[in-house]
């Protein structure tokens, strides 16, 4: 068996998600492993780094699979461009060495949140970026994100409670200013359903004034999803990045 990492970007607008579903054929996951199989000649099963949600879209989503023999990776990467709707692009494929799974080997991921600051919608962003035309106190924002870095239960910034566990360390919240666009972006080690969304409306929340900085410890301590702040929209999330750890040798045979 052959294993291979691909690179997907996509636009999410259109699509229930990444998730395979029964009920709908219209998810990442699913149309790329229709087009996938085509281009290998027998079905495949592809396993993603992690699930986004509908509306979410993805910088550099990674996902894996295994086939029987060595592919031509040029000849796959032009058949994918060729079948794959224009909003869905594989830009990277590579053979990694067998045991390699897109989620289970995953150490750390990115995400960026897009913020419209302008007192009308960008032409331009207004897909891709939140119209949020109150104005936001971004050093307060700043100031409160510092409490969410390091190992804590994030329970209360999730949608979900279906994991082991809901411990996750965050690495880094950094703030990008570029005119009326605010972007948030998130790196950490992993994240729980909704939790970049949930963590965005709560420093929202907090660039608005009404929670403060010192009220993350005690939403934390808490662990209720109540007292965190609101689940900014779909649309304004990227997953911009998944991390791998390095390995000493790649098997290309």
Known sequence: MRTYKI???????????WQRQSTTGNTIQGILEGSLSDAVG?????????????????????????????LDEENILLSLQENLPSDICVYRIELVKNGFHARLSAAEKKYEYHIDRGIYPDVFWRKYAFHH??????EKMRHAAMFLLGSHCFSAFCDKKEE???IRDI????????????????????????????????????????????????????????????????????????????TKTEDRE
């Not at 970007?9 to 229930?16: A, E, V």
């Not at 035309?133 to 971004?138: C, G, N, Q, R, S």
């Not at 009326?180 to 994240?191: P, V």
């Open 7 to 17: 690179i997907v970007s996509y636009d999410g607008k259109n699509y229930q998600g």
């Open 42 to 70: 027998y079905p495949v099963r592809i396993h993603g780094s992690g699930r986004t949600d509908a509306g979410v879209h993805a910088l550099g989503q990674t996902a894996s699979f295994e086939v029987s023999r060595k």
């Open 133 to 138: 035309p109150k104005h936001l106190d971004v």
């Open 164 to 166: 082991k566990s809901n």
């Open 171 to 246: 690495y880094a919240i950094e703030f990008r200013e570029e005119g009326n666009l605010l972007h948030i972006t998130y790196h950490g080690n992993g994240f729980l359903y909704h939790m970049v969304r949930i963590l965005t409306g709560t420093l929202l929340e907090v660039g608005r004034g009404e929670k403060t900085a010192e009220d993350i410890p005690v939403i934390l301590a808490k662990k209720k999803r109540e007292n965190a702040g609101f689940l900014a929209p779909a649309h304004g999330l990227f997953l911009k990045e998944v991390i791998y750890k390095k």
